[in-house]
């Protein structure tokens, strides 16, 4: 009845994504799934879909949820209307906010409070 749903923007439907947008963002996808998934860039990508989905709203009976996260990535992505270069921008903010939530001295600690300020 229900697809598998998930707490955040998984890893598995960033390849999934690769022929949503053009050229650039074929190439962004490609170097994306070549890596691990903890990596920086990778984690960038997430927190960007998570914004640019709007995730954190999403319910699990929500006709969205049922569709699954690749589904509903990929209708957001058609019915975006800015550029492929205004995605780009959004995904590069997005590596500079992982990029400094890393480099904080201590411990990585993720508290809700945390994910709730960083998107």
Known sequence: MYTKNELMFPTY???RLRDARGEA???LVDRLA???DT???????????VRFNGCLSCET???RAMRGCTMCARQTLRRYKGSE???INMYRQALEDVQRYLDQPGP????????????
Do not use: Q, T
């Open 34 to 36: 070549s890596l691990p």
């Open 61 to 63: 009976d929500s006709y």
């Open 25 to 27: 963002w074929r190439n």
């Open 13 to 15: 439907a960033i390849p």
């Open 39 to 49: 990596h920086e860039e990778v984690l960038a990508f997430m927190l960007m879909m």
């Open 85 to 87: 270069n205004d995605l």
């Open 108 to 119: 990585v600690v993720v508290h809700a409070e945390l994910v709730a300020e960083i998107v």
